[in-house]
């Protein structure tokens, strides 16, 4: 029972918050809540691998975007992408899938793209990767804006069927909290955090640690390319500069502050960030005091999330959750 | 009076723990030298004392002040010169740019002429990229720098590491005669003839704790520091 | 023959401003191993300062107004003076930091500059025409050399000849050296950790600036994110020279430049617009035949 408290809790406190939020009913928090679940499924995509291997990645909004338009391919209406994304194979420009076998299909492409990658990068060291990683989300950044044919290039795609509500994503950030659990404390999890903290300490070769990093890599994409899904079926509308350095580094920022050595930190980071994000956006619209309006200028936001970043990689580095996970309080005795 | 103390330090690297309460003291003029085996917290210790690393108890007092934590640059500019394991030379410089290097904190004109004449060899190579010299002549040259730093005390970390007999011979020969220009010296070593003929007293370390401190004229005979060394046959003294 | 000549220079000019570009970048890493992704975002400060901070469409030029002669300095010093907060704020309390915390924190120090500039300046383009004289061309014989890259390529190498000799000639720049090389030796001799940082910070910001102006003469159009491409390629190239090697960095840069020019050049058109993925796939490609780059630095600890 121990064993699992962590993604039992976890899981309890997402669907409490769907509860929540469906008691209250407003349209706009269920927005706001829907994405901010699907953000969590790519924030524990990403520390998947980042947690566990202790590689740094700024690429995995590449398998986002990947995730995503592979979904539009397949759930689009024939009609709008013989006409406007001429370049698609035939078979994704005369078919339509269902929802759940497009997301997975989304999944399984970005885990497919990652192992290809994978398999050339995770051999570097530490910052080599990372660096990989940064130029791998260029390169996809770079493609699908050019790309017309089949991304619609810098114009938008539309017309996903908006199918993923809150309780759907709540559904999925369950299931990704299970997938994160499970592969940590696998055996080859615990080694991959054990090679993590002591290169040279861990007993794996190094063949071994390039293996169980790749395994954690390729199922971090999948995760992550599943939330690339979802998001393109709630917001029904993709453009390529969504999937760049701007999210990147929000997702970043909520694992950072988070922790990035924990799940539960995955999971807190992106309830900690959403809510510095929401409070600051609300304060941009502005708050009325009586008879005067004040509203902070545009940016603020944005700025806000920074310092928010920067306060806790310097006065708390190992994040809001201090790499530890979710557990009852333990009983006196 | 003693020159430097250290006082019941405690040194640990995340979860390692790699000095625990030592304490040792070096006078004015004084060689004294730091024995023990791999892992036992010698290069730690004088790390710590040289600024380099934070301890996490104890302190280290120097000439009368406290420099417990201080900053590297502080301490050397106070006088502490430390000449770390491994023979750090700065690779892509020359020869006379990593002996500048030394020099740079002492506003006066620093002698690096007057040195190089101590060291026929390097003065051959003054131009030469230090990564390019032997192994023995970048243990000359680090030797050669920190002199130039003209420190009171001199941290050497095992000198003698990985050079022919002859080479060490003529390191000692150096530190011996900075000596008889007044300098303290700490010298870490893992091999005990030399210390015992050139060092005034020794502490042998072992799992990051003093376990022997004395004259090196009462170890002379090696046995009493094997003992200490090796951690055999501890209470049988 | 002509058309060849035309594409050299194209290169040239193109690698010159990745080299300075990769130089900022490269200095930093040197001593910190801190990869800054803000470094573009100085570049943008550059262009920025150039103008009256207003939300207004129409850019009024305030410093860009001055005489060469004043503006290079006074935008240097504000480049600089940013660069330098930058290092006192965030990255000085993150120095025994891990290196992923350092990058994070240069992306948030990105995040942050570029919020500001939409904060202040608004988030439109505008559209500034600094220095107009230099849009024309200088006739050789046959061949017109386009006066701003012919500009461009003589700074770039003014500044790379001044910066060799402060590293070599200068007692300041031998500790910058030694620093970069073995940072914590350096200080066991005296060099100031922080004096050093500061320098590096400072000179990276002057060459950040350089980059601005040169920039914004070519492309006539300030945009908030107008260094992020830059600093991109930028550290394309400090990754292919090499890093923490300062001559891998020139190297780098100008390979980029020649890179970008021969695939624009010579990419069959319907490729072209895919040149950047092929920069960057060159990067991993570089990565995995030479982890260390072309010019190999003295192979750097990853503990310290
Ligand atoms: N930077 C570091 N990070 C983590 N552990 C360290 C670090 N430096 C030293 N240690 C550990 O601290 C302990 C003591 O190391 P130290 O280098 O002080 O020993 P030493 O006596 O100098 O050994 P040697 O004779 O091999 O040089 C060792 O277990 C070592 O692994
Ligand atoms: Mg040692």
Redesign the interface.
């Known amino acids: 029972m121990s064993r699992f408290q962590t993604p039992l809790l976890l899981i309890f406190g997402m669907v409490v918050l769907g509860g929540l939020a469906s008691l209250i009913g407003s349209e706009q928090l269920n927005f706001t809540l829907t994405e901010m679940l699907i953000r969590m499924v790519v924030v524990i995509g990403i520390y998947l691998f980042v947690g566990n291997s202790g590689v740094m990645s700024f690429g995995h909004i590449g398998f986002m975007s990947i995730g995503a338009y592979a979904t539009a391919w397949m759930t689009l209406p024939p009609e709008w992408k013989q006409v406007m994304l001429t370049g698609l194979p035939v078979v994704f420009q005369d078919n339509t899938y269902p929802f759940p076998v497009a997301v997975l299909a989304s999944g399984l492409a970005a885990a497919g793209v990652a192992l290809f990658l994978g398999i050339a990068i995770m051999r570097l060291s530490g910052l080599a990767a990372s660096i990989a990683t940064f130029a791998f989300l260029a390169i996809v950044f770079s493609v699908y804006s050019n790309w017309e044919s089949v991304t619609g290039g810098t114009s938008s795609v539309i017309g996903i069927p908006t199918v993923v509500g809150p309780w759907i994503a709540v559904g999925f950030v369950c299931g990704a909290i299970v997938a994160a659990h499970a592969f940590q404390v696998s055996r080859v999890g615990l080694m991959l955090r054990a090679s993590r903290d002591d290169e040279v300490a861990a007993q794996s070769s190094a063949v071994e640690i390039v293996r169980m990093r790749l395994l954690a890599f390729v199922a971090s994409a999948f995760l992550v390319g599943v939330g690339g899904a979802l998001y393109a079926h709630f917001l029904g509308v993709l453009t390529t500069d969504a999937f760049y350095l701007a999210l990147s580094f929000v997702t970043l920022s909520m694992l950072v502050v988070g922790g990035l050595q924990s799940l539960t930190g995955a999971v807190v980071g992106t309830l900690a960030v959403t809510l510095i994000v929401e409070v600051l956006r609300g304060l941009e619209r502005g708050l009325d005091l009586g008879a005067s309006h004040i509203a902070l200028p545009r940016g603020s936001q944005e700025i806000g999330l920074g310092l928010a970043l920067a306060l806790v990689l310097i006065f708390r580095p190992s994040g809001l959750s201090g790499g530890k996970e979710a557990a009852w309080p333990r009983k006196r005795g | 009076m003693a020159l430097l103390t250290v006082e019941n330090l405690h040194v640990s690297y995340g979860g390692v723990t790699a000095v625990r309460g030592l304490s040792l003291s070096v006078n004015e003029g004084e060689v004294v030298s730091i024995l023990g085996p791999n892992g036992a917290g010698k290069s730690s210790t004088l790390a710590v004392i040289a600024g380099g690393v934070a301890p996490r108890a104890g302190r280290v007092t120097y000439a009368g002040q406290d420099i417990t934590g201080g900053r590297a640059e502080e301490i050397a500019r106070s006088g502490i010169s430390l000449v770390p394991e491994g023979r750090h030379v700065f690779a892509t410089l020359t020869v006379e740019e990593n002996l500048a290097v030394g020099t740079y904190m002492h506003k006066g004109k620093a002698d690096i002429a007057g040195v190089l004449e101590r060291f026929p060899r390097l003065k051959e190579r003054r131009d030469f990229p230090a990564g390019r010299l032997s192994g023995g002549e970048q243990q000359m040259l680090v030797i050669a720098r920190a002199m130039l730093a003209k420190p009171k005390l001199m941290l050497v970390d095992e000198p003698s590491l990985g050079l022919a007999p002859l080479i060490i011979d003529q390191v000692y020969d150096i530190l011996l005669d900075l000596r008889r220009q007044g300098m303290s010296l700490l010298i870490v070593e893992q091999s005990t003839s030399r210390i015992l003929k050139h060092a005034d007293r020794i502490y042998v370390l072992r799992g990051g704790a003093v376990q022997l401190e004395d004259t090196a004229a009462n170890l002379r005979d090696g046995e009493a520091i094997k003992r200490a060394y090796f951690g055999f046959d501890e209470g049988a003294a | 023959m002509i058309s060849l000549i035309q594409n050299l220079i194209d290169a040239l000019s193109l690698g010159s401003l990745y080299a300075l570009v990769a130089l900022g970048i490269g200095l930093l890493f040197g001593i910190l191993r801190l990869?800054n992704l803000a470094h573009g975002d100085f570049i943008t400060v550059g262009a920025y300062a150039l103008i009256v901070p207003s939300t207004e469409a129409v850019a009024q030029l305030a410093i860009g107004g001055f005489h060469p002669i004043l503006l290079l300095p006074s935008i240097a010093l504000i480049v600089v003076i940013l660069a330098l907060l930058t290092d006192a704020l965030?990255f000085r309390?993150?120095r025994r930091?891990a290196?992923?915390?350092l990058?994070?924190?240069s992306?948030?120090?990105s995040?942050?500059i570029?919020?500001?500039?939409?904060?202040i300046y608004?988030?439109r383009p505008k559209n500034l025409n600094l220095w107009p004289a230099l849009t024309g061309q200088i006739a050789l014989g046959e061949l017109r050399l386009p006066t701003l890259q012919i500009v461009t390529i003589v700074t770039t190498l003014v500044l790379m000849i001044g910066l060799a000799l402060f590293l070599k000639r200068t007692?300041y720049g031998?500790?910058m050296?030694?620093a970069a090389?073995?940072f914590?030796?350096?200080?066991?001799?005296?060099?100031?950790?922080n004096l050093v940082i500061g320098m590096a910070f400072a000179i990276s910001g002057v060459l950040a600036a350089v980059v601005s102006l040169l920039f914004l003469s070519q492309t006539g159009s300030l945009e908030t994110g107008l260094g992020?491409p830059l600093a991109?390629f930028g550290?394309?190239a400090v990754?292919i020279g090499g890093?923490g090697s300062l001559v891998g960095a020139v190297v780098g840069g100008f390979l980029v430049g020649a890179i970008v020019t021969l695939l624009q050049a010579y990419l069959p058109v319907e490729m072209r617009?895919?040149r950047?993925?092929f920069a960057?796939?060159f990067?991993?490609v570089i990565?995995?035949w030479r982890?260390s780059g072309l010019i190999r630095?003295?192979a750097f600890d990853?503990r310290v």
């Open positions: 990869i965030v309390p993150l930091a290196q992923p915390s990058m994070i924190a992306f948030a120090v995040y942050i570029q919020n500001g500039l939409i904060l608004g988030a007692s031998v500790q050296r030694a090389e073995d914590r030796m350096a200080r066991y001799l005296g060099v100031r950790g992020v991109l550290l394309v990754v890093m617009s895919f950047d993925a960057f796939a990067v991993i990565l995995l982890p630095a003295k990853q």
